[in-house]
């Protein structure tokens, strides 16, 4: 560890901060960076204006409010690159985990998403996030499966923290909120824009449901307006074998090779998923700058084939950009970033029968700036830099689970911890966690609220 230097913005050195993060150590997550002892990071106008020794810091600015102190660790915040805010949110945990492959999408997702309203969604947002903030997640990519995007955007606005929205996009005939013809899919992918144009927090971004619910002509439109837009675009591909059967026999190919051929991968996009990937749709994902939004809580609780057929780690070795998530309440369930890190380490290692393969400190990597690598978002997110947003997560080091402090602050984190160690939470300079509660919602009144709407939920969608 290293006693830091001062680091500082030019415009804000001699302008008191609007707040002082104070912790013993600071893992600024920067590449090869090491960590920092005794230091704290000046905040202004949401953006880190400093860092630098706390003494020194605390000395020039002593009129500053601060947060953290002794006993604690700064981390950026974290991201969570693959996460459905709305519909399972509600039902969290009810889905049985001993059903048939798909019946839990189509028997029980769908059917609770066809049945939200403005209000489902907008509930469900502001819980999925106040979680995620809690546990230190301060940016969140939503997956693609929002029916009333200006409530999600709501939610987001409650809990004060980033992410990016999108809105259903599927054209396949009969399910809910898919669009007849491909332009309506488009135009709701155009007024999601709209909605967060200027936003300081979130992205809109191109969202469709992915698979193989998707004609060739969305896909490829979606792709080109995501470019034409300057943003990215998500969607779901081969979580589990069906999408390889169902391309190959649609079209022949392996689905990555075939939406390649169609012009619809590039470096805005960002796959979730990737599990099942052949040689030639590694080799494409590769070419194309494609990046992967990686869950293996998910792939676990669904049985879908991760410890055989899973390549992410062959895909990062290779140059590929992987970003890790949570996914949805009832696949995976907790939203709890830090948990899903130890889990990618440990399944790496364990798949290669091979220790030395890729430890703590390279899956945190790909929760923060890796991650924001992935998004295309690593001059704003993903390490605590100068000029970056203020997303900062605080971790408390007095619980059993850091006694004694180990030497390296990584692997303690990583292995001993999770995101319950988390006490305060920055996002773009607003405290919006303090002492493990969120400050700008109340958590009990969210939770009357969603007992009540669980079982109105419930019974509108047939569920159970």
């Not at 798949?351 to 929760?367: E, K, N, Q, W, Y």
């Not at 992935?374 to 850091?402: F, H, N, Q, Y």
Request: aromatic residues 4%.
């Amino acid at each position: 560890m290293t006693t830091p230097s001062m680091f500082e913005s030019p415009t804000h050195a001699a302008s008191t901060p609007d707040l002082l993060v104070v912790a013993d150590t600071v893992l600024t997550m920067e590449r090869h960076s090491t960590p920092l002892t005794d230091a704290a990071i000046a905040v202004t106008d949401g953006r880190i204006t400093a860092i630098g020794s706390a003494a020194a810091l605390l000395a020039t600015h002593p009129d500053a409010p601060t947060i953290g102190g002794p006993n604690h660790l700064a981390i950026p915040g974290l991201i969570n690159a693959h996460q459905h805010l709305t519909g399972d949110r509600l039902i969290r945990s009810m889905i049985p985990d001993d059903l048939e492959a798909g019946r839990s999408i189509f028997e029980w997702a769908v059917p609770a998403h066809a049945a939200h309203t403005g209000d489902d969604d907008e509930l469900s947002a502001t819980l999925s996030l106040v979680e995620a903030a809690c546990n230190g997640v301060t940016f969140t990519v939503e997956a693609g499966t929002v029916a009333h995007p200006s409530r999600v955007l709501a939610g987001f606005d409650a809990v004060g923290v980033g992410g990016t929205l999108g809105s259903w996009g599927w054209d396949v005939a009969g399910q809910p909120w898919a669009g007849d013809t491909v332009d309506q899919v488009l135009d709701r992918q155009r007024e999601v824009q709209r909605l967060t144009s200027g936003h300081e927090r979130v992205d809109g971004w191109v969202t469709l449901v992915g698979h193989d619910l998707m004609s060739d002509e969305l896909v490829a439109a979606a792709s080109d307006l995501a470019r034409a837009k300057g943003t990215g675009i998500t969607f779901h591909l081969s979580p589990s074998d069906s999408d390889t059967a169902a391309y190959l026999d649609r079209t022949g190919k392996h689905p990555a090779v075939h939406l390649a051929d169609l012009g619809a991968l590039g470096s805005h996009v960002l796959l979730g998923h990737g599990v099942h990937l052949a040689d030639d749709e590694v080799e494409r994902l590769l070419d194309t700058d494609t990046a992967i939004a990686y869950c293996p809580w998910a792939y676990l609780r669904l049985g879908q084939g991760v410890t055989r057929a899973g390549r992410h780690i062959e895909f990062i070795d290779q140059g590929g950009r992987v970003a890790i998530g949570c996914d949805a309440e009832n696949a995976g369930d907790a939203i709890d970033v830090l948990g899903a890190v130890a889990l990618t380490a440990g399944l790496a290692k364990d798949m290669a029968m091979d220790p030395t393969v890729f430890g703590a400190h390279r899956a945190l990597h790909h929760a923060t700036l890796g991650a924001a690598e992935a998004l295309g978002m690593a001059d704003e997110i993903g390490s605590i830099t100068v000029g970056k947003r203020a997303d900062i997560a605080i971790v408390d080091t007095t619980g059993p689970e850091w006694v004694p402090r180990s030497p390296d602050p990584i692997l303690q984190l990583v292995w001993a911890s999770d995101g319950r160690s988390v006490s305060h939470v920055v996002s773009s300079g607003r405290v919006v966690v303090r002492d493990g509660e969120p400050t700008l919602v109340d958590r009990t009144a969210l939770a009357v609220e969603a007992q009540e709407r669980h079982r109105s939920l419930v019974e509108r969608g047939h569920l159970g």
